[in-house]
């Protein structure tokens, strides 16, 4: 990979930007509020080692739409990489007694992708894990792409016998914050309630959030559509069956 300072190819560019032969790149706003919103959800910074930068890690089943994350990161990203096929997964389910009859067709291949080192990790780190575990920052602001990175790690559409769409996204780590929750879009007009660990919106407040948050990354189509049930599940099953038990090229 070609370092965009001094236009050198390294194998392992991040270390060459710890050595502090070259600086760093600069993360773009939208990039960090990317980052945040996938933090809130499936993204994690693992404990670094000793004298070591810290990097984001985010494990989805989703490959559309780590690819396209791969892409939107640039030189931040290391690519995305197979971690389980759906036939491992399954198997690890059914071996630790999680699932004991745990089949491989209802299971689909988990990716991953890792970013680069970068000192803008550790200072999440140190505001998001302040205690080991990871906890929402207490001045932490939604904006409609911090929400939307959320929405499609956590969030889902719940076609009731209501006959429109409800939005729900689930919470379970900040179970003793509803009211933080529920205040995070209090600017928006919007009032979700916490219940069950996790955020319950009415059809009013989810026609406005979807809107609010904008066009949907590549993969998560589905969770934007709110007009027919019907093809609510013809995109999300496209979305996971075209990546099924396939290694990447």
């Known amino acids: ?20 032969t070259c600086p760093y790149p600069e993360i773009e706003p939208e990039i ?3 980052l945040t919103g996938l933090l809130m959800g499936d993204g994690s910074i693992p404990v670094r080692r000793s004298g070591y930068t810290s990097l984001i890690h985010v494990p989805m089943t989703n490959r559309t739409f780590l690819e396209w994350l791969d892409d939107r990161l640039g030189i931040l990203s290391t690519g995305v990489s ?8 399954a198997s690890n389910n059914r071996q630790t007694g999680f699932s004991p009859t745990a089949r491989e067709e209802n299971y689909h291949d988990m990716y991953t992708l890792w970013s ?13 894990y302040p205690d080991g575990g990871k906890r929402f920052p207490g001045r932490l602001e939604l904006t409609p792409t911090v929400a939307k990175f959320w929405y499609l790690c956590d969030g889902y559409l719940d076609f009731g016998s209501w006959g429109r769409p409800r939005l729900g996204i689930k919470a379970r780590n900040e179970k003793e914050r509803g009211e933080f929750l529920e205040s995070l879009f209090d600017t928006f007009d919007i009032s979700p309630k916490y219940r069950r660990h996790e955020l319950r919106f009415s059809c009013d407040d989810t026609e406005l ?12 189509e589905y969770k934007w559509e709110l007009d027919s049930k019907a093809e609510y599940q013809r995109l999300k099953k496209r979305a996971y069956e075209v990546h099924a038990t396939q290694t990447l090229s």
């Open 209 to 220: 959030l979807i809107e609010w948050m904008g066009e949907a990354p590549p993969g998560f």
């Open 1 to 20: 990979m070609r370092c965009p300072s001094c236009g050198e190819d390294f194998d392992r560019l991040g270390l060459h930007w710890w050595h502090g």
């Open 116 to 128: 680069r080192t970068h000192p803008i990790f550790d200072e999440m780190r140190e505001t998001w």
């Open 82 to 89: 197979l971690k389980k096929t759906a036939s491992e997964l």
């Open 32 to 34: 960090e509020e990317i």
